[in-house]
T-cell receptor, first 110, second 113 residues
Framework: TQLLEQSPQFLSIQEGENLTVYCNSSSVFSSLQWYRQEPGEGPVLLVTVVTGGEVKKLKRLTFQFGDARKDSSLHITAAQPGDTGLYLCAGARGAQKLVFGQGTRLTINP | DAMVIQNPRYQVTQFGKPVTLSCSQTLNHNVMYWYQQKSSQAPKLLFHYYDKDFNNEADTPDNFQSRRPNTSFCFLDIRSPGLGDAAMYLC????????????FGPGTRLTVL
């Protein structure tokens, strides 16, 4: 079973703080995708990391893929209320279906 | 803009009354998916179409069926909805294969009375 464990499952912080969300597995993935889902909407792809050790930045969001391609992290700097949502990581192994983590529910309080 | 469209956005049905949810895409993607998502949980894959080939997940109840009459459209039929089927239903597409990045529709929120 290819499980992706996300932590924390719930996180509530104040605007302006920094945070990190983790996505861990004992399995190797060819890529990791991160999605954000706002309330009442479908998930939207934020980024895909492919190479072990890869770091990608999307404005205040920094995504990292572990060297062994088993884990990934999402770091948000100076969080804003607009960052509120459900963050999902999803692992891909070639042509197999995506494996989703259980999600991190993030709330940024003004 | 190319996109994934779901109709209706909100659907209310009665216990046991069949309901059909629809999804269309303008992305010309080969793979289409239906997911069920309950509050703040990860989406749960029900089935997918790889072109015209239908693939059912092992734990998807028989109550759920799907049709894909052409590349652009896909339907989810719930034959006899129970209270436990109340959820958000998400349609998604990916370009050529299962591991590709997925593009989700906005979802249909199903309420069962």
């Amino acid at each position: 079973t290819q499980l992706l464990e996300q932590s924390p499952q719930f996180l509530s912080i104040q605007e302006g703080e920094n945070l990190t969300v983790y996505c861990n597995s004992s399995s190797v993935f060819s890529s990791l995708q991160w999605y954000r889902q706002e309330p009442g909407e479908g998930p939207v792809l934020l980024v895909t990391v492919v190479t072990g050790g890869e770091v990608k930045k999307l404005k205040r969001l920094t995504f990292q893929f572990g060297d062994a391609r088993k884990d990934s992290s999402l770091h948000i700097t100076a969080a804003q209320p607009g960052d509120t949502g459900l963050y999902l990581c999803a692992g891909a192994r070639g042509a197999q279906k995506l494996v989703f983590g259980q999600g991190t529910r993030l709330t940024i309080n003004p | 803009d190319a996109m994934v469209i779901q109709n209706p956005r909100y659907q209310v049905t009665q216990f046991g009354k069949p309901v059909t949810l629809s999804c269309s895409q303008t992305l010309n993607h080969n793979v289409m998916y239906w997911y069920q998502q309950k509050s703040s949980q990860a989406p749960k894959l029900l089935f997918h179409y790889y072109d015209k080939d239908f693939n059912n997940e092992a734990d998807t109840p028989d109550n759920f069926q799907s049709r894909r009459p052409n590349t652009s459209f896909c339907f989810l039929d719930i034959r006899s909805p129970g209270l436990g089927d109340a959820a958000m239903y998400l349609c998604a597409t990916s370009r050529t294969r299962l591991g590709d990045e997925q593009f989700f529709g906005p979802g249909t929120r199903l309420t069962v009375l």
